[in-house]
């Protein structure tokens, strides 16, 4: 990512969202000042990376001007890069002026939810040599159309689909190694569909580049349960659970904290991870051993 690496083979890592936007369907903040707390806030609670968007894909919300895009993100990236902020910053944006404009401001990567819909966007990440993640989409963004979401096979559909916009990034000069995938859970899929995806999300690794997952309070969940996105946070911890051992290694979430504890207890199964920990003495709040 730029003059940044992330390393994913041990742990998967936490990114956690930042919406510079009005009107997303859960956490939001306004303005950069609040946008560099939040991203704060997030490396305190143990992120990696910060996921800053100003446009909602929500179908009850309408498209913005990337003009109005820009407005919203630069000075959230910019804001956090002059607070000193040790976390790497990513843009979700599927127009390639507006990651054009957050990269030349120190964005690290672009969270492309078009999978790579502006043939322009390849060829901006390759020229600021950023990272790029590519998921997959059926359907059109901010518009809901359930008679498009059929699908015969969709597992063999999401890894076609990110196959091929894969070798177009590679031929646009994307790095092999700053690619990752995302299956677009809720992106054109109904809830059983996002169930048959979880359920086979390991089919995912056959692409060979590492899988972010973001499934974190969506409405899939909330229509499961008949709840709304506060009241979430346990079976999105749970499809992160599923997530993370079935291969996804970075993970989009509101609930940092929570998820960073997540992960490291998973990985803390590992062979070479449970030899290598550092214990406390005792679990804090326990009375003191006796002689």
Same mark, same amino acid.
């Given at each position: $990512? &730029?003059?940044?690496? #992330?390393?994913?083979?041990? @742990?998967?890592?936490? $990114?956690?969202?930042?919406?510079?936007?009005?009107?997303?369907?859960?956490?939001?903040?306004?303005?950069?000042?609040?946008?560099?707390?939040?991203?704060?806030?997030?490396?305190?609670?143990?992120?990696?990376?910060?996921?800053?968007?100003?446009?909602?894909?929500?179908?009850?919300?309408?498209?913005?001007?990337?003009?109005?895009?820009?407005?919203?993100?630069? +000075?959230?990236?910019?804001?956090?890069?002059?607070?000193?902020?040790?976390?790497?910053?990513?843009?979700?944006?599927?127009?390639?002026?507006?990651?054009?404009?957050? /990269?030349?401001?120190?964005?690290? #990567?672009?969270?492309?939810?078009?999978?790579?819909?502006? +043939?322009?966007?390849?060829?901006?990440?390759?020229?600021?040599?950023?990272?790029?993640?590519?998921?997959? /989409?059926?359907?059109?963004?901010?518009?809901?159309?359930?008679?498009?979401?059929?699908?015969?096979?969709?597992?063999?559909?999401?890894?076609?689909?990110?196959?091929?916009?894969?070798?177009?990034?590679?031929?646009?000069?994307?790095?092999?190694?700053?690619?990752?995938?995302?299956?677009?859970?809720?992106?054109?899929?109904?809830?059983?569909?996002? /169930?048959?995806?979880?359920?086979?999300?390991? @089919?995912?690794?056959?692409?060979?580049?590492?899988?972010?997952?973001?499934?974190?309070?969506?409405?899939?969940?909330?229509?499961?349960?008949?709840?709304?996105?506060?009241?979430? #946070?346990?079976?999105? /911890? =749970?499809?992160?659970?599923?997530?993370?051992?079935?291969?996804?290694?970075?993970?989009?979430?509101?609930?940092? =904290?929570?998820?960073?504890?997540?992960?490291?207890?998973?990985?803390?199964?590992?062979?070479? &991870?449970?030899?290598?920990?550092?214990?406390?003495?005792? $679990?804090?709040?326990?009375?003191?051993?006796?002689?």
């Amino acid at each position: $990512m &730029r003059e940044r690496t #992330l390393a994913l083979a041990d @742990e998967a890592r936490v $990114m956690g969202i930042v919406n510079v936007t009005p009107d997303s369907f859960y956490e939001r903040v306004s303005g950069a000042a609040a946008a560099v707390e939040r991203a704060r806030e997030h490396a305190a609670a143990g992120a990696a990376l910060v996921d800053i968007g100003g446009q909602s894909y929500a179908h009850w919300n309408p498209r913005i001007a990337a003009e109005e895009e820009i407005a919203r993100v630069v +000075p959230a990236v910019a804001g956090i890069r002059a607070a000193g902020i040790d976390l790497a910053l990513s843009i979700d944006t599927v127009k390639a002026t507006v990651a054009d404009a957050a /990269l030349a401001a120190g964005a690290h #990567l672009i969270n492309d939810c078009s999978g790579l819909g502006d +043939p322009a966007m390849a060829e901006v990440v390759a020229k600021h040599d950023a990272a790029l993640v590519i998921m997959h /989409l059926k359907g059109e963004l901010n518009v809901r159309n359930v008679e498009a979401y059929r699908y015969a096979d969709v597992m063999a559909e999401i890894v076609a689909f990110l196959g091929e916009r894969i070798e177009r990034a590679l031929r646009a000069g994307v790095r092999r190694e700053s690619i990752a995938i995302d299956p677009g859970l809720e992106f054109g899929k109904e809830p059983q569909t996002d /169930l048959e995806i979880l359920d086979r999300f390991a @089919e995912l690794q056959v692409l060979g580049y590492p899988i972010l997952f973001a499934s974190s309070r969506k409405s899939f969940i909330g229509r499961i349960f008949g709840r709304p996105a506060k009241e979430l #946070l346990v079976p999105s /911890l =749970a499809t992160a659970a599923i997530g993370i051992e079935r291969g996804a290694r970075i993970l989009r979430v509101h609930d940092v =904290a929570e998820t960073v504890q997540l992960a490291t207890m998973l990985a803390a199964i590992r062979p070479e &991870r449970r030899a290598a920990l550092t214990l406390a003495a005792a $679990m804090p709040g326990t009375p003191p051993a006796s002689n």
